[in-house]
Each structure stands twice: as structure tokens, then as C-alpha cells.
């Protein structure tokens, strides 16, 4: 995550980073959240919880296919050979550039340039337009859109970055929110869910065994991340204001303070990390794609 502990923290929080909520089918599994199956998931699961299903990460299509009615997340790595580097480098605009040489450590600098580059990679496929030419705006609380919208393809996307791993959200229709979390349990500490979670949250979250505090924690952080994402609202709304649920195992919902029209998908991209996907309006379909930096290098 790259925003504050709470929205009332100090955004020299160890949770702000840059540019946050202030700022598959043949090609992988298919889920569908509508309101009808969720109610039918917390029936099943009212007892002892269950593991959600894991997200099937297919390999990326020779084309990339229209998104009515769906959902595409991928996932990729931010460990990338510096040939690589130079070419996401390349088709950054210049003030991408000048906000990546912000970065004191190499590392992170690097890390800018790969999350950037490859956004404007799919977006380019998602367009078929020269990934160079893209332009991006912010909203007022630095959401990333593109500029101008084009009428024909309102693509939507959302991005999240931690340590090594970068996931992308993207839609046609529908307003999305991603975060994605490394769990570390030296973070998830009861103060810090006492100064951004809810009292049911936090009473949720002690009653969870110790070992699983942790994954309660960041399953309660990034929903609500991702929620404020999508809403593209970052500091207009405390992090209370709103109810999710936590427990590892319990389906992830929305509890109180939220429209119905939005809805929550949480998995986990890999072991030792949660993610959250938000997104308004119900039955499509989310598929998961594994971004191949040496396919997309050797592109024409």
C-alpha cells in the first residue's frame, strides 16, 4: 500500500508511499460476485471459515480481448534486467522521468520505472496505440485516468506495488480499486487497527487467534484501500467511516457505510501477500493474467 496508517496519520506513516489513494476460460479462472452468490457464499460459510479459491494466473494471450462485462487483473514482477529497464524507461513522458529521479534509492527508482512502463505496455495492447503516446491525468485526490478519455474505449485501471510485485486492474465499464499487501507482522500492530479501523473491525480482528492478526490486519487494510481507490476519494473519507470484513477465511464484503453497487474480491497473489480488488456493478467476470516481460520485450 502506498497511503497513510489512517487518513488522519501523518503521511510520514511507514504505510505512505507515493502516488497512492491520495494518489482466464481458456485464459485462466473465471469469478463471478453478484449479490445473490455472496449471500449463498456467507450461508455455506457461516461456520468454521473456509479458504477462498485461489487465483489461477494464466499466461498472457497472443491478443488482448475487449472488456465488456469483465475484469482483467495481472500480475508482475518489478525485478527486471536493466535492458528492460531501458525500454519502460524509453516511453515514460517526461514527467514520469522527473518523478522517478525523485526517488533517492535505486531500487525504488527502478520499481517506478518498471510498474509505469508496463502500465502504459498493456494499455498500448488494451488500445492498440503506441504505449509512448498515452497520456494520463490525476483526479483531485491523484487517481491516474487517461487524457483524454477516449469515447470508444473508456478504459479504467488501477495499480498497486509492493516490495517486488506490481498488480493492474483494468475495466471497461466499471470503477476499480486495487491494493496489494506483503504481510508483515511487525506492522500489524492492535494501535495502529485502533487509530483506521472501525470498533466492530477491531473487535473482529481480536478475536481472531494471535497468528492470524496479521492476515486479519492487511485483509482489513487493503479492502479498505482499494475501496477508497476505486472511489478515487483517498483523503475525503476516514478509514472508519466504513465496515469490511477481516477474518481469514470469511468472505470479503462490505458491512456497513458503503453503496450496494460495490463489491469486493480478495486473493492472494502469493504466499505471505493479500490483495483487495473494488469495483462497482455486479456479474462480471474478473480473469488473471501473469505479465511476461520477455514476451512483451520481443514484441514487433
Known amino acids: ?113 518498471a510498474a509505469r512502463g508496463i502500465l502504459r505496455e498493456l494499455l498500448g495492447a488494451y488500445l492498440n496505440r503506441p504505449c509512448s503516446e498515452l497520456r494520463f491525468q490525476y483526479g483531485p485526490q491523484g487517481k491516474p485516468s487517461l487524457a483524454p478519455i477516449d469515447p470508444d474505449w473508456p478504459i479504467r485501471f488501477n495499480l498497486a506495488h509492493t516490495r517486488h510485485r506490481v498488480l493492474y486492474a483494468f475495466a471497461r465499464s ?49 479492502r479498505k484501500e482499494a475501496y477508497l481507490k476505486a472511489q478515487g476519494c483517498g483523503l475525503q473519507q476516514p478509514l472508519d467511516s466504513f465496515d469490511v470484513t477481516l477474518t481469514p477465511g470469511r468472505p470479503a464484503q462490505f458491512l456497513r457505510g458503503v453503496e450496494s453497487r460495490w463489491n469486493i474480491a480478495a486473493f492472494a497473489p502469493e504466499p505471505q501477500h493479500v490483495a483487495a480488488l473494488v469495483f462497482d456493478g455486479h456479474g462480471c467476470k474478473l480473469r488473471f493474467f501473469q505479465f511476461d516481460h520477455a514476451a512483451f520485450f520481443n514484441r514487433p
Not at 85 to 97: G, Q
Request: with cysteine; aromatic share 8%; net charge positive.
Open 1 to 113: 500500500m502506498r497511503s497513510g496508517v489512517s487518513w488522519r496519520i501523518e503521511k510520514r506513516s511507514p504505510f505512505f508511499r507515493e502516488g497512492r489513494a491520495m494518489s482466464p476460460c481458456v485464459l485462466g479462472t473465471v469469478v463471478r460476485l453478484c449479490p445473490s452468490e455472496r449471500a449463498t457464499s456467507d450461508a455455506k460459510n457461516s461456520g468454521a471459515p473456509s479458504a477462498s479459491p485461489p487465483a489461477v494466473w494464466s499466461t498472457q494471450p497472443k491478443k488482448l480481448e475487449a472488456l465488456q462485462n469483465e475484469i482483467h487483473i495481472w500480475r508482475a514482477s518489478l525485478k527486471c534486467a536493466p535492458e528492460f529497464l531501458r525500454r519502460m524507461n524509453a516511453i515514460l513522458s517526461s514527467d514520469e522521468r522527473q518523478r522517478s529521479a525523485r526517488f533517492h534509492f535505486a531500487p525504488d527508482r527502478e520499481a517506478f520505472v
Open 174 to 222: 466499471h470503477e476499480v480499486g486495487i491494493d496489494l499487501e506483503y504481510i508483515r507482522p511487525q506492522i500489524a500492530e492492535q494501535k495502529i487497527a485502533e487509530m483506521c479501523f472501525s470498533a466492530a473491525e477491531i473487535t473482529e480482528l481480536r478475536t481472531l487467534p494471535i497468528d492470524l492478526q496479521p492476515q486479519g490486519f492487511f485483509n482489513g487494510w487493503t
